[in-house]
């Protein structure tokens, strides 16, 4: 999970039923399949080429591509060597993914364009995980 980068949130909408948050990815990196048992996600593709597995199933998602991931659907998504960096924008419902984010991540300023660099998952990564109800699968 190392290089995931929350660039923004936007945890404070009046109504907070929603998280939104965007994350890039090298290529020749991946995000571990997961579900959620509270969550129902929804990711657009802005930059690169992913492969969504979505239930063990490969979805190609070009740029502009929209994937719908509800609850206990397990998913993850890898971003081929030769298809460029990653961009995706994702939005959780009901809000929540902030507290995994910032228990995982690295603190960044507002408006940064630095990247926190690879890192080590926390000690405690099944308690935050178990916590916000996400299945690692």
């Known amino acids: 999970m190392g290089d995931i980068s929350p660039d923004s949130f936007n945890a404070a909408m009046p109504h907070t039923m929603l998280s939104r948050l965007a994350k890039r990815r090298n290529a020749g990196k991946f995000l571990y399949k997961h579900s959620h048992m509270?969550?129902?996600?929804?990711k657009v593709v802005?930059?690169?080429?992913?492969?969504a597995l979505v239930e063990a199933k490969?979805?190609?998602?070009p740029a502009g591509s929209l994937v719908f991931e509800g609850r206990w659907i397990n998913h993850g998504?890898?971003?081929p060597?030769?298809?460029?960096p990653m961009t995706i924008t994702s939005l959780m419902a009901p809000a929540g993914l902030k507290n995994v984010l910032v228990a995982i991540g690295r603190p960044r300023a507002p408006g940064s364009t630095t990247h926190p660099g690879p890192f080590a998952c926390p000690a405690d990564m099944t308690a935050i995980l178990d916590e916000a109800a996400f299945l690692k699968t």
């Open 38 to 42: 509270r969550h129902d996600e929804t």
């Open 46 to 51: 802005i930059q690169g080429r992913p492969m």
């Open 58 to 61: 490969p979805v190609e998602m």
């Open 77 to 79: 998504f890898d971003v």
């Open 81 to 84: 060597a030769d298809r460029g």
